[in-house]
C-alpha cells in the first residue's frame, strides 16, 4: 500500500507501507543488507569485545624461556634421589634467582641455587623443589631437600603455552581480556580487527525535551536518546549524539547526510508510525533507500529500515519500550554483524510462567518484559516485569528477558514460556 505524505511546509512524499511481516524476515532482509566493515589497526586498550581480522600465530614463544613455576631450589634431579623428610639431602646454595635477573652460575653437582616463581632455570639444573619441601639451617649457605625431585618438576619449558608458528586464536574470535593478554605476550600493542562502528542516535519528536530543562503542557523527556546511545555502547559500537531533531525539513535533512558521511550506522526514534506525519519520515523517504515496515510483534510494530549512501539506518519506533525492544531485535544483530561477530542473536531459554500470561490472538508475536529466577527446585520461573504498556519503561529497566509468547490464547501459571535472555550475550 501507498501512504501519501504530506509536510508541514507543503512538500510532499509518498512511502510504502503497512505490509506486516514476520519477525524473522525483517531481521534477515536486515542482515541481508547490512555490510561488514573494513579491518583497522587498533591498540590493545581500545580492542576489547572487537573481532580479530586474521588468524593469530605466535611469533615469540610463549614463554620465552623456559622458567619455574614456583618459589623454591633449582637443582640437579639426580642429587635428590632418595630424598624424604626423615632422611633430607643437603645441597650448597651458590646464588639466588629473582624473577627478572638473567642466571650467571650453573648448578653444578652437590649445589642449588634459590629461585623464585618467573626466574629463568639456570643451567645445570634440570628440576625445582619447591620451598614448602626444603628446610634452611643456620648456614644460610645449605638448604635441606626434603623430597626427592624429578627430572622437569616445576620447569615451564620456553614455548611451552605457545611455540613460534603456533596458532594462537583464528580470523573471527570475540577478544576478551585473555585474548588481549595473549597477544601483549606474543609482544604485540596493537591488533588487527574489524573496526568498531560510529553509530549516530537522533531522537525525533516536536515534544522532546532533554533531561535538566524544565517541561511545558505537552512536553516529554527524551529518554530514548541515552537509552539509545547505550545500547549502542553495550554492543560494542561508539554512540555519536546527533541530539532531538528540529522540525525543519533542511536541517533534518543537513543532519542525516552528515550523519551518513561521518558515521557507520544511524538509529532514530519516533516518527515512523503509520499515524505519523513527522519530518524525518518524509525526508528519509527522499533522500534514502527505506522499507517501512509493520513487523508482525507486540511492541515495536513499526519500523522503518534503510541505507543511506550505503550507511544502514534503522527507525525505531518512539514508544520507550518500543524503541528499546526494536533495538535489540533489528539494530544489535546487524550491528554485531558489522563487526563482524557470528553470533548475533541473544540466547532464548524456556521458563515456567510464575502467572497466568493470558494474551488474545491477534497475528503478532507478543514480546512481555519479564524477570526471571530460580525456584527452589532450580527451575527458570518467569514473571510480568510490570506494566506491559509500550511506553512503560520502568518495567523494561526491571526485566531480565521478553517473552517470545505465540499468536494465540497465552499460556497458563506453570506453563513453558521461551524467554529472549536480554541478561545473556549472543549465543547464536
Ligand atoms: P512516535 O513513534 O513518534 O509516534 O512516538 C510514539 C510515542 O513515543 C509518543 O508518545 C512520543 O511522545 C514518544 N516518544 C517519541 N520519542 C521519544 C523519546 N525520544 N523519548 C521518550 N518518548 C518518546
Ligand atoms: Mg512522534
Known sequence: MILGLHSRNGAAASVTSNTVIPLEDAQK???ASVPRLPVATVPLAEALGLVTARD???????PPFANTGVDGY???AADTAGATAESPVRLKVVDELPAGKAPTVPVGPGEAIRIMTGAPAPEG????VMVEDTATEDDRGVVVIRRE??????????????????AAFPAGSVLGPAHLGVVAGLGQA??????????????TGDELVPPGEPLSIGQIRDSNRPMLMALVAQTGCEPIDFGIGVDDEAVITERLEKAAATCDAMVTSGGVSMGDYDIIKMVLSRIADMNWWQVAIRPAKPLAFGLLGGVPIFGLPGNPVSSHVSFELFARPALLQMMGHSRLFRPVTPAVAAHDMRRRADGKLHLDRVTLRRDGDGRLLAASAGGQASNVLSAMANSDGLTLLP???????????????LDLPADH
Open 29 to 31: 532482509r536486515i542482515l
Open 56 to 62: 593469530l600465530a605466535a611469533t615469540e614463544p610463549i
Open 74 to 76: 633449582a637443582v640437579r
Open 125 to 128: 639444573a634440570d628440576a625445582i
Open 149 to 166: 625431585a624429578h627430572a622437569g618438576d616445576h620447569i615451564r619449558p620456553a614455548g611451552g603455552d605457545l611455540a613460534v608458528g603456533d
Open 190 to 203: 596493537t591488533v588487527d580487527v574489524i573496526r568498531r562502528p560510529r553509530v549516530a542516535v537522533m531522537s
Open 407 to 421: 499468536d494465540g490464547p497465552g499460556v497458563s501459571a506453570g506453563e513453558t514460556v521461551d524467554v529472549l535472555r
